[in-house]
């Protein structure tokens, strides 16, 4: 068991999934947790990432940092994507070793899987065929970063796991038109059509891949059940083990914020890859499972965004 007081870096805590991290962490009596914007603290400088971990000397470190988008994003700025996660990570975890960091918690996400790799998908399907390419600089950064801790662990037996978590959504989510994910986007769309008399919502590609998604809030339990106990394995898929077509989702999505016109598809815009659905059995059996449902996780997500209409998230490209 880890010791409350351990002192715990959580690096991107300002993020989504950084910011849910750590609000669980603070409810689960954690005490000794340490943080840094990007202003304070650019992780993708060597330097000052090596002279950060000597003068803290964290006994844990989360990575939740990285440089996250949507398709679009992905696909306008693939140097971008692959070079700064890259950065962002490599300092991380090889100043991690340096200042004998005990524990090391990389999040990637299911884009490091091939693309066509059969359903649902397994850890050991990594590497065994080729990745979608509209965000495979996103994906080969992750790779290298969960290859970077499984060798961490074969050579020095440290305890350097990584969690690849399935589509996220929740409060603190980016709500950019441009360079958010699918769900956020949607409540948006709906949202403001709603607003404006209830004009019809187009909607990106045809409706018809299958997606998971899961709750950040338990994406940041899974978190921290891997940072209580030792798990054995280096990679961890982290989801709900259930999809739905993405057109399933946009009517969920319009129940959900009340809208009352029409939905249509713009199949001129990418599609992605057909299905994308985890094998989540890894961390089933070892007895971590998800707690809160799609539709309500999307009222949550919808409260949350209604109360901070003023001020929420848009990271612009
Ligand atoms: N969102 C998803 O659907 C999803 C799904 C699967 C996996 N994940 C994984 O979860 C992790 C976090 O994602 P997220 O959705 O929480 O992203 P996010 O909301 O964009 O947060 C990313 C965080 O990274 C920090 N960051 C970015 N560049 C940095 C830099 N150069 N120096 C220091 N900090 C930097 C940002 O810090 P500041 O706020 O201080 O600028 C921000 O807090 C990523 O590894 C991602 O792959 C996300």
Redesign the pocket.
């Known amino acids: 068991m880890i010791n409350k007081n351990a002192k715990i870096y959580i690096?991107?805590?300002?993020?989504?999934?950084?910011s849910a991290i750590w609000r669980t962490l603070e409810k689960q009596g954690y005490t000794n947790l340490i943080g840094k914007?990007?202003?304070e603290?650019?992780?993708?400088n060597q330097q000052d990432v090596l002279e950060f971990l000597e003068a803290e000397k964290p006994e844990i470190i989360i990575?939740?940092?990285?440089?996250?988008g949507g398709i679009l994003a992905n696909n306008d700025f693939p140097y971008q994507f692959l070079m700064?996660n890259i950065q962002?990570q490599n300092n991380l975890i090889d100043g991690s070793l340096k200042v004998d960091v005990k524990k090391f918690i990389f999040?990637?996400?299911?884009c490091i899987y091939p693309k066509f790799a059969p359903q649902p998908l397994k850890e050991d399907y990594l590497l065994t065929d080729s990745l979608e390419p509209t965000n495979e600089w996103y994906a080969i950064a992750?790779i290298t970063g969960v290859k970077t801790c499984q060798a961490i662990r074969k050579q020095f037996g440290k305890d350097y796991v990584s969690m690849m978590?399935?589509?996220?959504?929740g409060t603190?989510d980016?709500f950019d038109l441009k360079s958010s994910?699918v769900l956020p986007a949607m409540i948006r769309k709906f949202h403001e059509a709603k607003e404006n008399n209830n004009a019809n919502v187009v909607l990106w590609g045809s409706g018809t891949p299958l997606r998971e998604f899961l709750f950040v809030d338990d994406l940041a339990e899974a978190v921290v059940f891997a940072l209580d106990n030792e798990l054995p394995e280096y990679l961890y898929n982290v989801g709900t083990g259930t999809d739905l077509t993405i057109k399933d989702l946009a009517e969920l999505i319009q129940k959900v914020t009340g809208h009352q016109g029409e939905i249509e598809w713009d199949s001129s815009k990418p599609d992605g890859t057909p299905r994308k659905l985890m094998d989540i059995s890894k961390m089933h059996d070892l007895g971590w499972k998800h707690r809160v449902e799609l539709e309500d996780g999307i009222r949550k997500t919808y409260n949350w965004f209604l109360e901070n209409i003023e001020n929420y998230k848009e990271?612009k490209l």
């Open positions: 690096a991107g805590h300002r993020g989504m999934v950084g914007t990007s202003k603290l650019d992780l993708r990575d939740a940092a990285a440089k996250v700064e962002i999040l990637g996400s299911s992750k978590p399935t589509n996220l959504y603190h980016n994910h990271v």
